[in-house]
């Protein structure tokens, strides 16, 4: 090859490269064209040039110009209607071999048209289309030779590949767009709805389009029933009558043998697929996990009739909407426990209300008796209570007498209310003729036996007491020691009597106890909530820092006694919570 020759080859392929560059730097189409054809006239040698770009409507369109005669000045009239170039375009006249041809539109122009009467003209095409027309105007005595041909054509190719590539960017971004427009409309639609098996179905939908299958659906692992559940789907032929969501398969809730990717569904598969699935006859097949705190609950897929090999993309996007899908199902069981947690809070109040009603609504007044009660359940509802019964007179003073308990049921929450409400009826409906403190318990204990299948029990101290000479008889069911206090010694001495808790054996043995209370002597009735409280170090309050409090407080009504304890209690527990219910009924003769 001559030298001139080669340097003119190195100087086209150098021009050629750089038209390559020109064209890739930008995604904006028209500005890359216009920028392109300055160097292809420089390459071509030719005086002006355009290049239409062919619509879906198959209309051409001015797209790029450069170096027009004064002639074609744009816009003008002379642009309106069509070309000979572009019919020719339509009927296959023009190639991507180049061909000289008359222009019509330099023909009808009017002015300086600079020698100027045709165009070299060749098509533009993507792999399977024509795209666009490449116009290099000349004059009528131009000649194409082989190596202009060649050159032109190259351009040609280079420029529909261009255009083919913003195209393809183009309908990308177009449905990323579209992609993400429906990711958000799920989201906001997630944030409102308060009925989440409409949100699926339209996810699964949705799914089928974004994705351009024929199906889309949701299996839920039904671990309980170690089955697979058809929860939602799009594009799946169902039976006439069935009850939903559809069993999809009975042994194997998770699906295992399924492919994460497959254009041939059912060879890939590996063991034979459920009768449901393989009578949809699927083909192309994409599936993403439903993952819920680490836990796969489920599966969303997505299938085509025909073979088809799903892109890493396309399997990005299911994951995002297997994500979303999980974010759907989490809202769902938050609002359902939430809902669950309302209903059981409703529930809890009225609970406490209704044990409120079983406790005295105040302290009976007795003459020279002052009477102090306090009860502070841990949770809404518990299992400490107390209870005055009045005793009618049965002395022929006419005297009456009244009965003082306080109890413990070993439980907390609900059952311990429940059980509560029982041990209190029981108890004063064995009180309430006058009978001893160890028949009361005695005759409780036999009822309660009798009436609960709980498998709970009862501490209990039961007093009966005469206002008129301070005389008190009582009986003990397994409950803390009352304290006395006395004010003749200034001593607090636990009223300690045996017996055992109500409600574990049929005939327990109680032991009798009897006691005078003289004027400004102090009985402290209390449950284990009081002495048993805890401070940060996890040590108890105990029975001598109650009775240092009530020997200190002595001289103050039984309400400043209360007072007196529960202040020593908060100091001594600091932050620490309350874990048990907190009782007490103080008494002080006067």
Partial sequence: MPSSERQNRIAEWSALRLLAQTLNQTLNLRSA?????????????????????????????????????????????IWQGECVCQEACRTGQIRQEPILMPCSRLRGAVGDKRGLTHHISVEL????????????????????????????????????????????????????VQERRALLSLSQELL???????????????????????????????????????????GWELPTVSAWPLILDENHPHLWYLPERSSQLAADALMRLPILLRRQSFQGHLLAPVELGGVQIGLLMVNTINPRSFLDSEAELLGLLASQLAQMIDRERLYQEALARQRL?????????????????????VPGLQIEAFYQAARQVGGDFYDFIEIPATTPDGQSRFGVVIADVTDKGVPAALFMALSRTLLRASAIDGRSPVAVLERANRLILADSRAGLFVTCFYALIDPATGRVTYANGGHNYPLLYRQATGQVIPLAAQGIVLGIIPDPHFVPGEIVLDPGDILLFYTDGITEAMNPQRDLFGDERLAAVLRASHQHAPGDIVDAVLAAVREFTGDTPQTDDMTMVVIKRV
């Avoid at 289309?129 to 009528?140: D, E």
């Avoid at 131009?142 to 032109?152: G, H, M, P």
């Avoid at 009225?350 to 009976?364: G, H, K, N, V």
């Fill in 192 to 234: 409102v709805t308060d009925d989440l098996e409409p949100t699926i179905q339209r996810l699964v939908r949705i799914g089928a389009r974004l994705l351009d299958a024929d199906a889309c659906a949701f299996i839920e692992a039904d671990e309980a029933g170690g089955r697979a559940l058809l929860r939602a789907c799009h």
């Fill in 345 to 365: 809070e409703r529930e809890l109040d009225l609970a406490s209300e209704i044990q409120a009603s079983f406790l005295p609504d105040c302290c009976p007044f």
């Fill in 125 to 176: 095409r993507d792999s399977s289309r024509p795209v666009g027309i490449l116009n290099l105007a000349t004059t009528q005595w131009a000649k194409l030779e082989a190596v202009d041909q060649q050159l032109i054509a190259a351009i040609g190719d280079l420029l529909g590949t261009a255009i083919a590539r913003a195209h393809l960017y183009e309908e990308f971004s177009v449905r990323r």
């Fill in 33 to 77: 064209l216009d920028a392109a054809l300055i160097h292809i006239l420089e390459l071509t040698g030719q005086e002006a040039g355009w290049i239409y770009l062919r619509d879906e409507g198959d209309q051409f369109i001015l797209a790029a110009r450069q170096r027009l005669p004064p002639a074609l000045t744009y816009p003008g009239t």
